[in-house]
């Protein structure tokens, strides 16, 4: 768990990294908001508490500006979640049954892990 004074985007463009084609982006996720107390003077101040990964991500040509490749990612959230290993899968796939009648899900783990994938090339339009 990450702690800072400053509010994290969801997404965060590292545009020094820009190569080939690809960018590394930071992926924040489980942002709150916390009130910490400064052991100078005691003052408080606002803080946030975030999960972070930092992950490869392929641009399309038509965002391979700062400010479109921030667009195009800021769209395909949910895409970096799951690459960046956040628990989204198991909640969507449970959403999805609930939603559909279809009740509790068993698979084996390589068809959901195969899923995974496809879905996640499908976002990033892969």
Known sequence: ???????PQNVNVDW???KGGSVDVLVHWNISETTETDDMNESTYTAWQYEEARIRVPLPAHARSQATAQEYLNGRYQALLMLAGAD???ARIEEIATLT???PIAA????????????IEM????
Not at 1 to 7: A, D, G, T, W
Not at 108 to 119: F, N, S, V
Not at 123 to 126: F, N
């Open 1 to 7: 768990m990450v702690k800072s004074n400053i509010k």
């Open 16 to 18: 020094g990294s820009f």
């Open 88 to 90: 989204v899968i198991p």
């Open 101 to 103: 009648g279809v009740g």
């Open 108 to 119: 084996p783990k390589d068809r959901i892990d195969a899923l995974e994938q496809m879905i």
């Open 123 to 126: 976002q990033l339009g892969v």
